[in-house]
């Protein structure tokens, strides 16, 4: 009975205080709401909702203005200004003009930069003051300046860049930089178009939208499905897409832990373990892997229904845990349809044998023996 003293006690430590890194599977039965002290039921694979996870409303708080509190009426001015740089092309029509000798009708004079006098200087007209005036303007100064040499003189002047009335995208999309604002009336779909687009899917990127002091972010699918967040440009607007994409994590007996990003609807629980490299067949425990979800609820404000104001929700979060059986198959075919959400964490707990195992590894370690006597010490 002696001999077998030391091995009880042993049993016992391993019981009390046995080495591991993280929760082990008894622990997840006791686990309670920090909030509310209800212990948190911890749910069967077969059991749980194989529906897809529910997501906020595409419905917004009367106060989320989003983007559409920076409407405006768009970008009209078409005066020009210092940078501005036109293209200007002369046309005459008439059979003793100044291009009766050639079969073109037409000349391009090429492209011109608004100087910083605000003047710029056109071939046959010469110097011409430009600030603040139209194209169509100085399309009439044109023709009155060819008047003599062209029988029937015509002109175009087209803006082909105006630097001082561009806007600037940044951030998630393929092509970031500034672009100038044109007589189409550019809006912020528009932007995000001229950059490339974004480099996130629609569900996964938000867009903000800075104008001076003024600042309003909305998700990039409320811009595709309201079209008062899609507002006009101003000039020196920025805009940033961010990418807000959904993620879970894995930690545990997986053969890759870590953080992993997903498109929303299209992660099932089968192809997360995927993501994660499977369990480690020496060191997990395939009974008893289990998943914690902070589960949101959405409810309409008291008296909002009756109001009939149904953009107005309550939001709380109650935690849920769920375990899954990989040595049961019926669990495979139902991780097939079991969807993911975002913020999910998967724990795949440890064997008992081997957080045992590692307390005999911490008593077989050699114990610490003095230094050795330098040579010719006493």
């Known amino acids: 009975m002696r001999k077998l003293a030391p091995f009880v006690l042993l049993a016992l430590l391993t019981a009390c205080a046995s080495p ?24 069967r694979l077969a059991d749980a909702p194989m529906a897809p996870p529910i997501t906020q409303p595409m419905s917004y ?13 768009g970008y009209a001015d078409t005066r020009l200004r210092r940078g501005d740089v036109i293209e200007v092309t002369i046309l005459d029509t008439g059979e003793e003009g100044m291009f009766s000798s050639t079969q073109s009708k037409t000349l391009n004079l090429g492209k011109f930069t608004v100087d910083s006098a605000g003047t710029v200087t056109l071939p046959f007209v010469g110097r011409q003051r430009v600030l603040e005036s139209s194209p169509e303007a100085l399309q009439s100064r044109i023709v009155n300046g060819l008047k003599g040499s062209a029988v029937n003189p015509q002109a175009v002047v087209t803006v082909v860049d105006k630097p001082s009335t561009g806007f600037t ?20 779909l528009d932007a995000i178009a001229l950059a490339g687009g974004s480099a996130s899917a629609p569900g996964a990127a938000s867009v903000t939208l800075i104008r001076g002091s003024q600042r309003a972010t909305a998700p990039i699918e409320r811009l595709m499905n309201d079209t ?7 000039p020196e607007d920025q805009i940033y897409v961010g990418k807000d994409a959904p993620t879970f994590t894995a930690f545990g007996a997986f053969k890759s832990v870590g953080e992993f990003e997903f498109e929303p609807g299209k992660l099932t629980l089968a192809q997360a373990f995927g993501r994660a490299g499977g369990l480690l067949d020496d060191r997990a425990n395939a009974r008893n892997v289990y998943l914690l979800r902070n589960e949101t609820v959405y409810k309409p404000v008291a008296g909002a229904v009756a109001q009939k104001v149904a953009t107005t929700y309550s939001v709380s979060n109650k935690p849920a845990v769920y375990r899954i059986d990989m040595k049961d198959i ?12 975002d ?3 998967l724990y795949a707990t440890n064997a008992g044998m081997v957080d045992f195992a590692k307390l005999f590894t911490i008593y077989q370690k050699s114990v610490a023996t003095a230094a050795a006597p330098l040579p010719g010490a006493n």
Do not use: I
Request: proline share 6%.
């Open 228 to 234: 008062a967040q899609n507002v006009y440009l101003l």
């Open 330 to 341: 019926s669990n495979l075919a139902l991780m097939q349809r079991f969807q993911m959400a």
């Open 343 to 345: 913020g999910d964490m």
């Open 169 to 188: 995208v940044n951030g998630d999309v393929r092509t970031a930089g500034r672009f100038p604002l044109t007589a189409r009336k550019e809006r912020v």
């Open 61 to 73: 708080a009367p106060t989320d203005l989003g983007l559409a509190g920076m409407r405006s009426g």
């Open 20 to 43: 591991s890194d993280g929760p082990d599977a008894g622990a997840f039965y006791n686990t309670v709401d920090p909030n509310t002290k209800e212990r948190v039921p911890v749910t």
